[in-house]
T-cell receptor, first 116, second 115 residues
Framework: DAGVIQSPRHEVTEMGQEVTLRCKPI?????LFWYRQTMMRGLELLIY????????DSGMPEDRFSAKMPNASFSTLKIQPSEPRDSAVYFC??????????????FGNGTRLTVT | KQEVTQIPAALSVPEGENLVLNCSFT??????LQWFRQDPGKGLTSLLL?????REQTSGRLNASLDKSSGRSTLYIAASQPGDSATYLC??????????????FGKGTHLIIQP
């Protein structure tokens, strides 16, 4: 089991550029979550999918953020255009079954995004 | 808005001591509570999951308790070791409508075990 795989590990970009973060969940997991972590706000849920369908995107900060899950083994989080306040660590996580129903959540190692 | 609070934000203790980390949450209607560990530059690792019908869970030197009525959970670490140094996060799955809305995380307690 390779765990949840995220790429890239680090991303440095200039304000206004498009940023795409990628995630491969654990095989067989049917839930996928995108979180953002900052010192000020801690971990915030951005969006989550069940069987590739977005269930709740109320945590997406604004229209500059979008997420897709074209198949069970791949998801992307896109920011366009990026702004310095988007600088954070972005985590992808997956679970087999709903975390609300006692399924442990498995995290990737995150993508550290810096927007200058 | 449902909130999860962890106090203290940071804790430093000598090796060998037993210690307790605290977590409080604003709504007693929960599905479960999970404790995670995060090492620098890494993702989170699930340590223990307590279902709403349970009072505690144990794994090795770790014991987590849950008191829904008071909105509190504790993580007890016995005989602490330098390798336990990490940030420990509490996360709660709140009931909302017909299902869960993912997990709401506290900001964590940064633990340092002094050799």
């Amino acid at each position: 089991d390779a765990g949840v795989i995220q790429s890239p590990r680090h991303e440095v970009t200039e304000m206004g550029q498009e940023v795409t973060l990628r995630c491969k969940p654990i095989s067989g997991h049917d839930y996928l979550f995108w979180y953002r972590q900052t010192m000020m706000r801690g971990l915030e849920l951005l969006i989550y999918f069940n069987n590739n369908v977005p269930i709740d995107d109320s945590g997406m900060p604004e229209d500059r953020f979008s997420a897709k899950m074209p198949n069970a083994s791949f998801s992307t989080l896109k920011i366009q255009p990026s702004e310095p306040r988007d600088s954070a660590v972005y985590f992808c996580a997956s679970s087999f079954g709903d975390v609300g129903y006692n399924s442990p959540l498995h995290f990737g190692n995150g993508t550290r995004l810096t927007v200058t | 808005k449902q909130e999860v609070t962890q106090i203290p934000a940071a804790l430093s203790v000598p090796e060998g001591e037993n210690l307790v980390l605290n977590c409080s949450f604003t709504d007693s209607a929960i599905y479960n509570l999970q404790w995670f560990r995060q090492d620098p530059g890494k993702g989170l690792t699930s340590l223990l999951l307590i279902q709403s019908s349970q009072r505690e869970q144990t794994s090795g030197r770790l014991n987590a308790s849950l008191d829904k009525s008071s909105g509190r959970s504790t993580l007890y670490i016995a005989a602490s070791q330098p390798g336990d140094s990490a940030t420990y996060l509490c996360a709660v799955s709140f009931r909302s409508g017909g299902g869960a809305d993912g997990l709401t995380f506290g900001k964590g307690t940064h633990l340092i075990i002094q050799p």
